[in-house]
């Protein structure tokens, strides 16, 4: 009658936290509904992150610094998708950037969402071929990748290159991932965490190409027709000034949207009036840009016409600023014009995807489970686009949490 005490207890507290996590994600729709329209980024002080009760159980939404400071304790928060490199848009150069990239893993997955990866011949470590001679035998996907996840099935991707020493994909260095051989996985423990590259990579960053209210944006990269870009200019501005801009920046193309601002002259906060109704782009949506304000260093290093020193400039006046941090204007002033007009191309100010990694428990810290869901806000409302439960990674809460669980019996302070 205790076995069955115990065990009916452990069920219930286990029904609870599943309870609780379903609030979490429910609650996380609510915050991007309220903060986050028309690609902007929910500020941390818009909502709560960090152990919200749901009756007799708690979760949490464990998050990424984009400033990547060290911490012994994870970090909470909704998590941005365009921090990210887009597996199904980098180019071979950036993917062989990451931390940890091999050039025939970076060839591997240009060839499995394209068919043609860094040759063309039957001997191509990246072709059919190759998948032929394996057992069971496959072949190249050759279509745009799903989820990340899917990057198991690429040949060479091995599970230290994907996960790291971060195996339970928490981005924080956990007692068993800095112990060396004691414990799984193998580090080398020096104290510092190498995640793997599934961190610094995604599937879901897109905006669309229109504006809030359905209708196309005014694509700037046209020096022919600019009657367009007069009449937003005249709206929000006035008409003076859009005449003044446009004698500025006369019959100019531009590749970029971060080109155009840094040769129209405008002011920052005339900028921050139109910058999410223009474009350089065609087509419905663009995908892949990469969002300036929340990249972390190491996915600005991979960048065009950003190094590591210049990453680390951009991180660096982020942290200086970041209550300013709501256009990409800022960046002509941190980084010269030719850098600024070779990584343009590939950088938004903008985002509409968003990940939460929720992990809830009930009481005494028991009937824990972990779930990372992936938000689509590019139609307006948030639409719940990707699913996965992550409990079989392990704890994810660090130290404090279970020790707060354990001091308190029940409850968490």
């Known amino acids: 009658m205790s076995s069955e005490l115990r065990a009916a207890d452990n069920r219930v507290d286990a029904a609870a936290a599943r ?11 609510h915050v991007l509904a309220l903060y986050g329209t028309n690609g902007t980024l929910p500020l941390s002080t818009d909502y709560k992150a960090e152990g919200l009760p749901v009756g007799d159980a708690y979760f949490w939404v464990i998050g990424r610094d984009p400033d990547e400071k060290p911490t012994k304790d994870p970090f909470f928060g909704l998590v941005d998708e365009s921090s990210k490199l887009n597996l199904n848009t980098a180019r071979l150069g950036t993917l062989e950037g990451l931390p940890g990239m091999t050039p025939d893993l970076a060839a591997a997955i240009v060839s499995w969402r394209t068919g043609s990866g860094s040759g063309t ?24 990748f799903e989820s990340v996840d899917e990057l198991r099935l690429v040949y060479g991707a091995t599970l230290d290159l ?25 580090d080398d ?14 599937v879901y960053s897109a905006q669309p190409n229109t504006r809030s209210d359905g209708s196309p944006r005014i694509n ?28 500025t920046i006369q019959g100019r193309p531009f590749s970029s949207v971060a080109e155009f601002y840094a040769i129209s002259r405008m002011t920052a906060d005339e900028f921050a009036k139109i910058h999410t109704d223009v474009t350089v782009a065609t087509g419905t949506t663009v995908r892949g840009l990469v969002n300036i304000n929340t990249a972390s260093e190491t996915v600005l290093t991979c960048l065009p016409g950003l190094d590591t020193a210049k990453a680390a400039t951009i991180v660096a006046y982020r942290l200086a600023h970041s ?25 938004t100010d903008q985002s509409y995807q968003f990940s939460a990694d929720i992990a809830a428990v009930a009481r005494s810290g028991r009937g824990y489970c972990r779930q990372r869901v992936v938000f689509d806000l590019s139609k307006g409302t ?6 996965q439960d992550l409990t ?22």
């Not at 948030?382 to 699913?387: F, I, M």
């Not at 079989?392 to 302070?413: D, E, I, P």
């Open 19 to 29: 309870q609780a996590l379903e609030g979490g994600i429910r609650y996380m729709e």
């Open 121 to 144: 011949t039957s001997n191509d470590a990246t072709g059919d071929n190759t998948y032929a001679q394996l057992t069971p035998p496959r072949r190249n996907k050759h279509a745009p």
């Open 162 to 186: 994907l996960f790291g020493e971060d195996t339970n994909r928490n981005g924080v260095l956990d007692l068993n991932e800095d112990d060396g051989d004691q414990t799984a996985p193998h």
């Open 189 to 202: 423990q020096n104290g510092q965490l190498s995640p793997g590259i599934l961190e610094y990579v995604t």
């Open 220 to 247: 700037v990269s046209n020096p022919l027709n600019r009657s367009g870009l007069f009449q937003l200019l005249s709206r929000n501005l006035n008409a003076d000034r859009a005449r003044e801009i446009l004698g």
């Open 323 to 347: 209550n300013s941090l709501t256009t990409l204007a800022w960046l002509k002033d941190v980084i010269p014009f030719d850098n600024l007009r070779a990584v343009g191309p590939y950088i």
């Open 382 to 387: 948030p639409r719940l686009v990707y699913r």
């Open 392 to 413: 079989a990674s392990g704890w994810a809460l660090g130290a404090n949490v279970r020790q707060s669980f354990k001091t308190t019996k029940g409850t968490w302070q």
